[in-house]
């Protein structure tokens, strides 16, 4: 690994770490350990260095460049140290943040299932603009409908952040499997183009949104228009995807990718799943 990747990996652990503590979950001893190594050799690589003074003492002048020489060689070889050590506590490190990310997904998980839960309970009843409600119950309802939001958002950033430690592909806050599996494709083929066109428009709908989502001060009405998406779909499974979930899902979605082509490709075919998978498919 250069010093580059090495760097970018580093990093993409410290984000994890920051991302499950902005949730307050716990993180085990290994990685707290972990983390605070490489803060400390950080630190001792950024020391001054430490040499004595030359003597103005004729008799002590041998001894104080004795000593300076002992000094400068002990900085020198804490330095060889240092860096033979960055590559061992980095490794340390990854392996150890990597180790913890299953059951910071399942906590993730958790959370999601509440906030969407939340989110499901007022987004078509609850104002999304701030003079849309003129009574207490309304009031109430628009700001369940921006925690909910607010909560949606955060989780779902914090997914790509874990995603990206464990160098998932699609791990992209405008991809929607990171939140939501597609149906299998169906077995007839005059269903898959019927059943298609809402599950790519909610996928087309998400990859255009911006990056950053609707946290923050986005208005109500953009969260409200993305999850909203997901809970007026119909076929889908809602739910944060966990360590292995996401490649599940995307194999799903390239099914449904190579059905629907071969559906328009060929311009209909007899209603036969054999024929379908064995002749479209393969």
């Not at 009031?139 to 369940?144: D, M």
Request: glycine letters at 6%; aromatic letters at 4%; hydrophobic letters at 45%.
């Amino acid at each position: 690994m250069t010093d580059m990747q090495l760097a970018i990996e580093t990093r993409r652990a410290v984000d994890a770490l920051a991302a499950v503590n902005v949730r307050g979950y716990d993180v085990p001893d290994a990685v707290t350990q972990a983390h605070a190594c490489e803060r400390q050799l950080e630190a001792l690589a950024l020391e001054p260095t430490k040499i004595g003074a030359i003597s103005t003492d004729p008799a002590k002048l041998k001894a104080s460049l004795t000593k300076m020489a002992a000094d400068a060689r002990a900085q020198m070889d804490l330095q060889t140290a240092i860096e033979k050590a960055r590559d061992v506590l980095a490794g340390r490190t990854l392996a150890a943040t990597r180790a913890a990310v299953p059951g910071w997904l399942n906590a993730l998980q958790t959370d999601f299932a509440h906030a969407w839960k939340d989110f499901r309970g007022v987004w078509l009843s609850a104002p999304s603009e701030l003079n849309g409600f003129s009574t207490d119950e309304q009031a109430a309802e628009h700001a369940q409908l921006l925690r909910s939001i607010a909560q949606l958002d955060q989780i779902l950033s914090i997914r790509v952040v874990l995603g990206n430690l464990l160098h998932e592909p699609d791990a992209d806050s405008r991809n929607v499997l990171l939140a939501a599996a597609l149906p299998t494709v169906p077995a007839r083929t005059d269903s898959v183009e019927a059943q298609w066109t809402p599950l790519g428009q909610l996928i087309d709908s998400w990859q255009g949104g911006h990056v950053l989502l609707t946290t923050g001060t986005r208005p109500a009405a953009t969260g409200v228009e993305k999850w909203g998406a997901l809970a007026s779909t119909d076929g889908l499974t809602i739910g944060l995807a966990d360590v292995t979930g996401l490649e599940q899902r995307t194999h799903v979605r390239d099914a449904w990718s190579t059905a629907i082509s071969a559906v328009r490709h060929l311009g209909g075919m007899p209603a036969s799943p054999d024929h379908l998978w064995r002749e479209l498919i393969g």
